[in-house]
């Protein structure tokens, strides 16, 4: 069974970092697409990085430039590393699993930015 954990969420000022980490279960993660997404209150999910498995990365341009995807193999583990951020960055976070036309999501996290 595939599960993805997202953790790292909180709260912070404008202009402040976080870190996000997706932890998987299982063997799937070898081979897989992973991507970063976020849902606001009252908005529709969006999507802001992907990674290959081969470490191709491509952003939103909402976040180019402040966000950067990474992940750790050996660790089953995807990152987004998330500075200067803004009041409009609050949303729930959530991580995305593509492999094989199959697809699993993370539950989320919550980042709040106050200015």
């Known amino acids: 069974q595939v599960q993805l954990v997202e953790s790292g969420g909180g709260s912070v000022q404008s202009g402040g970092s976080l870190r996000l980490s997706c932890a998987v279960s299982?063997?799937?993660?070898?081979?897989?697409?992973m991507g970063w997404y976020r849902q606001a209150p009252g908005k529709e999910r969006e999507f802001l990085a992907r990674i290959t498995s081969g470490g191709g990365t491509n952003y939103a341009d909402s976040v180019k430039g402040r966000f950067t995807i990474s992940r750790d193999s050996p660790k089953n583990t995807v990152y987004l590393q998330m500075n200067s951020l803004k009041p409009e960055d609050t949303a729930v976070y959530y991580c995305?699993?593509?492999?094989?036309?199959?697809?699993?999501w993370g539950r989320g996290t919550q980042v709040t930015v106050s200015s």
């Open positions: 995305k699993l593509d492999r094989n036309g199959w697809s699993f």
């Open positions: 299982g063997s799937i993660f070898s081979g897989a697409v």
